[in-house]
């Protein structure tokens, strides 16, 4: 096994586990020189005729690892850097799409991400408007660092895709008690409607009495009661 094995195993299963259908190929298109991409664009183009509608290519930065170690959670973790090509068409798409995964990142698993990089390449992200390049760690980086820092952020692509079902249950119970309060004051409506029509007998005496009763109701809820239930009788007391 390769040493981005580890990581890209990680992060496929937990995706899963999570409710979301993965398509993953552990090629590594060695040797890396300048056609790695090319032979990488294959098997990306391999993924889109599937129909899969994100695309994620995952390596390694050259670099010491110190440069990506941060504390998450109180724990040294290896960071996880965001590269989007500006060289393709889907450069904006891809750069909010990155921008959207960091800020989830900073919310629930903050210091994991490190950045969002801006280069010059294509990196096959042309292929697809969600497309991305990830950089775990380093060259120097633990197989078990990289596992590590990769489960977490399948939290980040979770609830970036999905949302939070805590967050979507609480919304989702909100809604329909409205929906509810909505149907029963419609449906009290048409009661309270049925028994004054049955009461008044014709639609033209229950207009007269509604009328009658709402000029009624405003004129009390402006102050003009003529009944001598006037406010000077109870000074400047406020009513809590």
Known sequence: PTRRSSELRSFVENLREKGLKVNYSSQTHIPHDAGAYNRSRRTAEQFLHQGVG???DIHRDAVPAEEYT???ENTPTVQVQIVVGQQNQNAQANRNFA?????VADS???GLVKGIFM???????DILPLSLLFEVGTHETTR???ARSM???SDVVKVYFLGEPGRQAREGMGSTALRSILWIIFIAGLALGGYLLVGTGSLEELRSKLR???????AEFGGKRSDGEGDGEHGDNDTV
């Open 108 to 110: 629930i698993h903050p």
């Open 99 to 103: 921008e959207g995964l960091k800020k």
């Open 54 to 56: 994100t695309l994620f």
């Open 144 to 146: 078990e660092g990289a």
């Open 119 to 125: 280069a010059s390449g294509n990196y096959n992200q």
């Open 70 to 72: 941060a504390q998450v």
């Open 212 to 218: 009658q009763f709402f000029c009624r109701e405003f």
């Open 151 to 153: 489960a977490l952020f």
